[in-house]
């Protein structure tokens, strides 16, 4: 099977994929290319691997085959590395109902679990509330983000050595295509190839071989909305598409990340760590590798944290989001709140006033106003406690999250929230909680068994200290 890799998880991944006698990787960058000096030619690609715009993780795409081999081996690099099956896959086509109008573009409702958003250049024709669109997704979006998938009612196939559109011309570069008289396959009927961006670079043989692919998976659609119902009626998916997941990387997975890089190239300690905060960051760390190579360390040991935070953020006096990740891949903001201190160690204090009305989570307390919250975050630590007082600075309880490794990015602190908890009253008596939750999310699929073994025992040591 073959992968096509790009981000800034390229190097490690493509070290990964290259054990394996099962997984060829293709159309390789030009640096992955220098790097790995091997051949990666601009074949078809079975399954695609590409960086997430926030560089939190990656999205997997493909045949459903590749996909599931693909995604099993990166569920493997460390114990919190999650994944999650995208309910708007890439290529679905569905029949949509539009909900509101925006100034760019139309969120369309796709079925009852999801919804995209349709670009007004996407569109045929103008597009009002409550109009039914057939659309297809073309670029699916992390459930962790807060992004729409884009949409387009124009059906197609992408891909970098052809694209295949339905009731389209076959042409290349705005003129006509000569070159399919030469391939030995054609497009389907009804359908127009589009050459793409390394046709020019690619093998006769393997342009059919990414045409018959499109073919294929054009048959099948036809087939299917042959037998679909109307367009206006009920929303609902009418074409599966291609089979789309996202991986979430977390701290300690961006770590074992750095040492396949490592094998390959000269690789700073938190490489991946830094790269995944801030694109300031990520340019200075390629910087810093080119002048000094390996110099700046190898292991978590030797993460940089007081360098990073000082030059990048956050510092005290400013502020910070606390990004609050859940298992099933969903992504809830607590909010923002000023750092108090900072530490070069790889603490951060963050304060916040809370808003008067409600009840504080699992320790009862109302919250009055005047209420603040205090949290210390340390990177890398698998848990945090938040301390709740009043006006008065009377402590109405503590709060300990049991999360994935905690990373302090610039903006944001980042985790993924393992439900158990640990409470401690106003009183003095400790109080675990949510167990139960957790049993849902491991027998949902959304946590690994080993993932919630060690959110359990973080969980039993924080009730035997408090």
Known sequence: MNVRVRGIYSTALTATFGDREDLSVVQASDAIAERFEGSFPPVHADASVETTG????????????????????????????????????????????????????AVVRLDDGA????????????VETDDRVRVQVREPSPPWGSNRPVLDTEIGFTGALAELVRGGSTTRGGGPADIVDLVAADPRDGWGVRWGRLSDDAEFDALADALRAHNDRA?????????????????????????????????????ALDERRRDVVPTMAGHHRIKAGDDRASAAVDFAEAICGSAAGDGEQDFPFGVVTRQFGPREGESVEIGHGKPDGRYISLGRGDVAEYDPDGTVTVSRELSPGGTLDAIG?????????????????????TVYRDAEDRRKGTYVNVCTPVEVFPDTVRYVDLHVDV????????????????????AAGDVPEALSEKARSVASAVENAL
């Open 54 to 105: 926030d560089r939190q993780g990656v999205g997997v795409a493909g045949d459903p085959r590749a996909v599931e081999t693909v995604t099993t081996l990166l569920a493997d690099v460390g114990r919190d590395t999650l994944v999650w099956t995208d309910p708007a896959p890439r290529d679905a086509v569905f029949d949509g109902r539009v909900t509101e109008t925006l100034g760019s573009g």
């Open 115 to 126: 919804e995209g958003f349709l670009p007004y250049d996407r569109a045929d024709g103008r």
């Open 423 to 442: 409470v401690k009253h106003g009183d003095g008596r400790v109080e675990r909680v949510d167990d139960d939750e957790l049993d849902a999310a491991v």
């Open 219 to 255: 048959e099948s659609l036809e087939e299917t909305l042959a037998d679909a119902p109307d367009p206006g009626g009920a929303v609902g998916r009418r074409w599966d598409g291609t089979a789309t997941r996202w991986v979430w990387f977390g701290r300690e997975s961006r770590f």
């Open 365 to 385: 307390e109302p919250i009055e106003a005047g209420d603040v919250a205090v949290t210390k975050f340390k990177e890398g630590r698998w848990w945090y406690a």
